[in-house]
């Protein structure tokens, strides 16, 4: 590693551990994302905290794929999708107010357990009450098309700032609790759990594709896939994207935005404390 670089991964990994101390205050949580952070470390040793951010293109594991990717970077297929995205998200509602009235936390602190609602938040919530109460219809398909664009405008705007969300009240705790029993718990008639391919097998291969660690997971949403381009829907929240893996082990997937879907959604942010967003990301 050069230096330049060398000095970025430290301090990276500075900031992710000072992010930790103040977000998450429950002493047994902060041990647990230590132990897990610490479990990739081990295993991939030559990948940083932050370059979990690419999912599956940050392991050697997928190293020969990784030179394609790149190349495909550097012109990204969302990015006319992108210019879209921006505008839909600026677009005055009936009201007469823009969507950023609605966002006082950043995106970096969600999902958010809410004391007043007594449940977990995703910004998918937020934003179509945001819409509600300006006198637009709220979105419906909360899998594809709209809401990915508008989740993926809201949070590009903290790119490269590390993910950070409390989990400091008894409500936060329990839901981070319930995502990890699902995240852990296995299903379907292959009898799969979410840590079996995402933590036990990462980096190894499945049926051509190679399985990318859960540290980082949804850092990178929503995103643009090749394989979802090909079904003429190309974009993705991380509810579809959790039904999905349901599937794939002949489980049956939940509704988005369900209880579960958010409580797990809540527990990878958790797990990715310190790891920067970086959206929107293409996947194959
Ligand atoms: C049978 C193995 C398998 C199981 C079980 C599984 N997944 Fe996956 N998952 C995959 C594959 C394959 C991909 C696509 C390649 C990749 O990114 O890992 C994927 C991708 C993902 C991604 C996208 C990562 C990115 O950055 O693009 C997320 C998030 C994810 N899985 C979460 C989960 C969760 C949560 C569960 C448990 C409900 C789960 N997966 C269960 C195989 C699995």
Same mark, same amino acid.
């Given at each position: ?62 190293? &020969? ?125 292959? *009898?799969?759990?979410?840590? *079996? ?67 797990? &959604? ?19």
């Amino acid at each position: 590693m050069q230096k330049p670089v060398l000095m970025l991964f430290a301090l990276t990994l500075l900031c992710g551990s000072s992010a930790m101390v103040w977000a998450v205050q429950d002493p047994k949580v902060k041990k647990e994302i230590a132990e897990y952070q610490a479990y990739f470390k081990k295993r991939f040793p030559t990948v940083g905290l932050s370059d979990y951010s690419d999912g599956v293109n940050a392991l050697p594991q997928y190293a &020969e794929r990784r030179a394609n990717w790149e190349l495909l970077m550097e012109f990204p297929p969302y990015e006319a999708d992108m210019d879209k995205a921006r505008a839909l998200w600026n677009k005055p509602m009936k009201s007469g107010k823009a969507l950023a009235s609605c966002f006082s936390r950043p995106a970096t602190k969600y999902p958010y357990y809410s004391n007043e609602a007594k449940e977990i938040r995703t910004i998918e919530m937020d934003l179509n009450d945001c819409l509600k109460k300006n006198g637009e219809e709220p979105i419906k398909n909360l899998k594809h098309g709209k809401v990915a664009l508008l989740v993926a405008a809201f949070r590009e705007q903290y790119n490269g700032q590390t993910w950070n969300v409390d989990v400091d009240s008894p409500g936060a705790v329990a839901a981070y609790e319930a995502g990890k029993k699902f995240y852990w718990t296995k299903r379907g008639q292959l *009898n799969f759990s979410c840590a *079996n391919c995402h933590v036990h097998s990462a980096g190894n291969k499945l049926r051509g594709d190679v399985l990318s660690a859960g540290l980082g997971h949804t850092t990178g949403f929503p995103v643009y896939r090749t394989k979802w381009a090909l079904k003429g829907k190309p974009w993705g929240t991380v509810h579809r994207r959790y039904g999905g893996c349901n599937k794939q082990v002949r489980a049956k997937p939940f509704k988005p935005q369900s209880e579960q879907y958010r409580a797990l &959604e809540f527990y990878e942010a958790a797990l990715s404390t310190g790891v920067p967003l970086k959206v929107p990301s293409q996947r194959q």
